[in-house]
């Protein structure tokens, strides 16, 4: 549900490419290349147990670049939704833009 509203700003086409851009490609390679580097990983130490720590400092990485890609996700989707605001011109987005603006 989450991953879903990010193609909320976006019109239809766009919808369409992205989701399967993201269920097609993006998972699979997720998968296999989690198991590539776990495979290289044993192979190169000899067994799960002695990769184990090389393991969680990739995984350590691969959180803190979610987190960031996150961040900056809901940045540019509050960029796109105030635009698609601004463009109805509804009245919360010319209050939720001044408010913003006040704040920098």
Same mark, same amino acid.
């Given at each position: 549900?989450?991953?879903?509203?990010?193609?909320?700003?976006?019109?239809?086409?766009?919808?369409?490419?992205?989701?399967?851009?993201?269920?097609?490609?993006?998972?699979?390679? #997720?998968?296999?290349?989690?198991?590539?580097? $776990? /495979?290289?990983?044993?192979? *190169?130490?000899?067994?799960? %147990? &002695?990769? =184990?720590?090389?393991?969680?400092?990739?995984?350590?990485?691969?959180?803190?670049?979610?987190?960031?890609?996150?961040?900056?996700?809901? #940045?540019?989707?509050?960029?796109?939704?105030? $635009? /698609?605001?601004?463009?109805? *011109?509804?009245?919360?987005? %010319? &209050?939720? =833009?001044?408010?913003?603006?006040?704040?920098?």
């Amino acid at each position: 549900p989450c991953k879903e509203m990010a193609y909320i700003p976006l019109d239809a086409e766009e919808k369409t490419k992205g989701k399967a851009a993201v269920d097609v490609i993006g998972g699979p390679l #997720g998968k296999s290349g989690g198991s590539l580097v $776990q /495979q290289l990983l044993i192979f *190169g130490f000899g067994s799960l %147990a &002695a990769s =184990t720590p090389y393991l969680a400092v990739i995984l350590g990485g691969i959180i803190f670049a979610w987190m960031g890609a996150a961040r900056s996700l809901s #940045g540019q989707f509050d960029a796109a939704m105030q $635009q /698609q605001q601004a463009a109805e *011109g509804s009245p919360e987005a %010319a &209050a939720d =833009t001044s408010a913003k603006a006040k704040a920098r």
